[in-house]
């Protein structure tokens, strides 16, 4: 009941596409979910996070959606740049502690 | 803010040798994360601490691993004897209790041959 499903675990998007990595969770008492960013050499670093009173965040060209009767959010990047190509993890917590990772998904956006 | 600063970048180390890991935390962040990452298992919580107290070991996968925080500036992951499958990237993380976001480190690459 722990775990976050992520899918896909790879992605290749044109550039100016859209990317949509997809995760899902048991935990209902789960009630902040970030998503992190990480390249190649570095650590994850916060993208972007929801919590679940509100069905969609925005900032910039990362949105994420949140579904809480599905038990499911996603994460989609408008207009995907080369820049973008990292491996991306959301994350689940109760109570702002100790977050579970999904498994990542590698995204490559081609020029 | 240096962010958390974690060292070494690259520890290379034969195998029954000793390791320690060293991370310094965000100043004023009194929450601190130890995490495992390979390309098997993704990233796994190792250990936590708040207030410089460990509250959940229970990822640290064998007595072999061991951490620390002597002060509020200071933490070790100390693996004693060290093994080839402990070979990965391991990251420090830290944060603020009540604000529930992480900081990690550029994290340590342990190869143990």
């Known amino acids: 009941q722990q775990q976050v499903k992520q899918s896909p675990q790879s992605l290749i998007v044109q550039k100016g596409g859209i990317s949509i990595i997809n995760c899902a969770y048991e935990?209902?008492?789960?009630?902040?979910f970030p998503w992190y960013q990480q390249f190649p050499g570095k650590g994850p670093a916060l993208l972007i996070a929801?919590?679940?009173?509100?069905s969609e965040k925005k900032e910039g060209r990362f949105t994420i959606s949140f579904n809480k009767s599905a038990k499911q959010f996603s994460l989609h990047i408008m207009d995907s740049q080369p820049g973008d190509s990292a491996t991306y993890f959301c994350?689940?917590?109760?109570?702002?502690?100790?977050?579970?990772f999904g498994p990542g998904t590698r995204l490559s956006v081609l020029p | 803010d240096a962010g958390v600063i974690q060292s070494p970048r690259h520890e290379v180390t034969e195998m029954g040798q000793e390791v320690t890991l060293r991370c310094k935390p965000i100043?004023?962040?009194?929450?601190l994360f130890w995490y495992r990452q390979t390309m098997m298992r993704g990233l796994e919580l190792l250990i936590y601490?708040?207030?410089?107290?460990?509250?959940?070991d229970s990822g640290m996968p064998e007595d072999r691993f061991s951490a620390k925080m002597p002060n509020a500036s200071f933490s070790t992951l100390k693996i004693q004897p060290s093994e080839p499958r402990d070979s990965a990237v391991y990251f420090c993380?830290?944060?603020?209790?009540?604000?529930?976001?992480?900081?990690f480190g550029s994290g340590t690459r342990l190869t143990v041959v």
């Open positions: 993380a830290s944060s603020r209790r009540t604000r529930g976001v992480y900081t």
């Open positions: 935990n209902t008492a789960f009630d902040y």
């Open positions: 929801i919590r679940p009173d509100v």
């Open positions: 994350a689940a917590s109760a109570g702002g502690q100790n977050f579970v």
């Open positions: 100043s004023g962040h009194n929450s």
């Open positions: 601490f708040n207030n410089n107290v460990p509250i959940d």
